[in-house]
């Protein structure tokens, strides 16, 4: 549930921002569902590679897949959004994989979710 509500929320975020029911704010909208959706079957997908495949995977996916194209939502065109939440996605599980090696603490992965999905979002709006 909080997964969706975040998911259904972030889309009034982002296409909120465009200021208008205008073009900028269609993209921003499906550049959103689609980073989304991808940001779910990547995770999924290399759950599933690996033999693991759980519920809290299929919901931090999607959040990754938010989180990373939101600097991006209203500059790229959708193909963009799809491969900046792949990136995004396949980054953060090999880090989540290795925060324990790490000696990084945090409890609910927010630090690595939001801020590294975040910055490689940031940094892959750029190129």
């Known amino acids: 549930l909080g997964t969706w509500l975040l998911w259904v929320g972030w889309n009034g975020f982002n296409a909120g921002s465009a200021n208008g029911a205008d073009g900028l704010a269609a993209l921003a909208l499906m550049n959103t569902n689609?980073?989304?959706?991808?940001g779910l079957v990547t995770w999924v997908a290399i759950d599933a590679i690996r033999g693991h495949v759980s519920i809290s995977g299929s919901c931090l996916g999607p959040i990754v897949g938010?989180?990373?194209?939101?600097p991006a939502c209203g500059f790229v065109q959708p193909g963009w959004s799809l491969l900046i939440a792949f990136i995004a996605t396949?980054?953060?599980?090999?880090l989540l994989l290795n925060k324990h090696h790490m000696h990084f603490d945090d409890a609910l992965d927010v630090a690595i979710v939001h801020g590294c999905g975040g910055i490689i979002g940031a940094?892959?709006?750029?190129?």
């Open 34 to 38: 689609a980073a989304a959706a991808t």
């Open 66 to 70: 938010l989180v990373a194209v939101t």
């Open 90 to 94: 396949v980054i953060v599980y090999f």
């Open 123 to 127: 940094f892959l709006t750029g190129l």
